[in-house]
C-alpha cells in the first residue's frame, strides 16, 4: 500500500478526498504530524497537535452502504489489538472513541463519500502518542496520551505501519465472521454498550 507522509495538512481526509476528486482511486494511506483542520464525528473538531498520529486509509470504492458501519467496529478492535501488543489496556466509547484509564487516548472516524459519480470509504484515525497534560488543559472532553498514561513514549510516525496491520487483521474477521466481531466489540464497549448492541444487531441482521 502506498504511504503519503506530510508534515501539516488541513486534515488527512481532506487530502484523502482531493486525491479521490483527482482520479486516485489506489488504496493509500496519508499520514500527517500536525493537522490543521482536523474533524471528529459530527465536525467535532479533532485537536492536531504535535505528538500525535493522524492518518486516513483510503479503502477504495464502497462496496455497500452498511460497510461504513463495519469500519468503525473492526477498526476500534484493530486499535485495541494494537494497545494491547504493547501491554496498554483500552476500552471504547460507541460509535468511536478509545479509552485509556477512562480518558480519550485516540479516536476512529469512518465516512462513505461520493467523488466522479462514485461512493468511497476512508478510515480517519487520530491516535495521542506524546502529548503532555497540558495539551489537554480546558478541554471539553477528558482526553490523555500515551506517554502521560504509562510514561512510554513511541514515535508516532513509526506507529502507523504496526497499528494498520492489526486493523487489517479484524478487517479480514469482520469479512469472515461478523458474529464474532460484533461479540468481540459489545465485551469492549464500556461506553453505549445497549446502543451499540441494538444498532449492530439490526446492521447484521439487513445485511
Known sequence: MEKIVFD????TNAVCRRGVRQ???QERLIISSTQTEGKGTRDHLWDSEPGGLYCTWYMGPAQDIAQEVWISV??????????A???????????????LDGRK?????????VENGLSHL????GINFLQGKD????KEYRATSIAQATGRRLEPLTQAEPLLACISERRMQCEEDKTTVIRSFLEQATIGKEEAESFLRRMYETN
Open 23 to 25: 482520479g486516485d482511486i
Open 135 to 138: 495539551a489537554f488543559v480546558g
Open 8 to 11: 501539516t495538512v488541513d486534515s
Open 85 to 99: 501488543a504493547l501491554g496498554i489496556p483500552t476500552s471504547i466509547k460507541w460509535p468511536n472513541d478509545i479509552l
Open 122 to 125: 476512508m478510515l480517519g484515525i
Open 74 to 83: 473492526f477498526a476500534a478492535l484493530g486499535v485495541q489489538d494494537y494497545f
Open 105 to 113: 487516548v485516540g479516536g476512529l472516524l469512518a465516512e462513505r463519500f
